[in-house]
């Protein structure tokens, strides 16, 4: 059963846009929040945006200013708004469901297959 999936990477352009969608499997509420990961080839994974359940979003320094996450209707789905790209921004992108202990995130919900995003210089 799949319980994560993610969409909308592609080969784009420094300084173009895309927008990442991930849907969380709907039988699946042990979480009140979502992030977004990043992992570039051959480096470790790294925590790129969050909401919480108030809808208080955080993001990695590199990427404030040019990302956006939101959700959809539910907090089953969850978007990533990413504009000015950045060859540096390159990686496999994942979403994941989890919850905040005090300002830290724990993911218990994710790790699907991913979505590439390439942004070529």
């Known amino acids: 059963q799949v319980q994560v999936e993610e969409s909308g990477g592609g080969l784009v352009q420094a300084g173009e846009s895309l927008t990442l969608s991930c849907g969380i499997s709907s039988s699946i509420n042990s979480f009140n929040a979502a992030g977004w990961y990043r992992q570039p080839l051959g480096k470790e994974r790294e925590l790129v945006a969050t909401?919480?359940?108030?809808?208080?979003?955080n993001y990695l320094d590199s990427v404030k200013g040019r990302f956006t996450i939101s959700r959809g209707d539910t907090k089953h789905t969850v978007y990533l708004q990413m504009n000015s790209l950045k060859p540096d921004d390159t990686a496999v992108y994942y979403c994941?469901?989890?919850?905040?202990?005090?300002?830290?995130?724990?993911?218990?919900?994710?790790w699907g297959h991913g979505t590439q995003v390439t942004v070529s210089s």
């Open positions: 909401i919480s359940a108030g809808g208080r979003t």
């Open positions: 994941t469901g989890g919850n905040f202990q005090g300002n830290t995130y724990y993911p218990n919900v994710g």
